[in-house]
């Protein structure tokens, strides 16, 4: 795991607060000056602590109503076999998080469609042919109370 100072921490929140601010903006809040905050961000972009940006979207407002949490539970525990079935997940664009989990089920998969009618098409057509695939069982979010926060950071080592 990478050590982070507190500076890399203060310039992660401030990114994860907005992305879009400035090299000097983030500089002027983490009390930098503006070469060694940009140098301090491209050399957490280059470790991977930083691995992207993009926008957060509401997805009711761009015609996503649907959340679903979909359980999977796959016939036979092998490394082949979780590798073939997380690249089967990882090419279902409507799938936006996903986790291998411990208990009774062995995936766990966050998916946003426009309705049921969508969820049922991508349910029968794509998650159901999976061939590891013995059991899903789908949970439907009736509301969203929290989604995409930022990441609390543990305190700065180093």
């Known amino acids: 795991m990478p050590k982070l100072d507190e500076f890399d921490v203060a310039i992660i929140d401030a990114l994860q607060d907005n992305a879009r601010a400035t090299n000097v903006e983030i500089a002027e809040k983490v009390n930098l000056s503006q ?3 940009l140098r301090r961000i491209r050399a957490l972009e280059e470790r991977g602590v930083i691995r992207g940006y993009r926008a957060d979207l509401d997805r009711q407002a761009v015609g ?3 959340t679903v949490f979909v359980a999977f ?4 525990h092998s490394r ?3 590798q073939e079935f997380q690249q089967a997940l990882m090419e279902i664009p409507e799938i936006v998080s996903c986790y291998m989990i411990s208990g009774d089920l062995d995936f766990l998969a966050e998916v946003v469609v426009e309705n049921l009618a969508a969820y049922e098409r991508l349910l029968t057509e794509r998650m159901l042919v999976l061939p590891q695939v013995t059991d899903i069982r789908s949970n439907f979010a009736i509301r969203s109370v929290k989604t995409g926060g930022p990441l609390k950071l543990p305190p700065a080592r180093g």
Not at 73 to 76: F, M, Q, S, T
């Open 35 to 37: 070469s060694p905050c």
């Open 64 to 66: 996503l109503e649907l």
């Open 73 to 76: 539970k796959v016939i036979r």
């Open 80 to 82: 082949e076999n979780a």
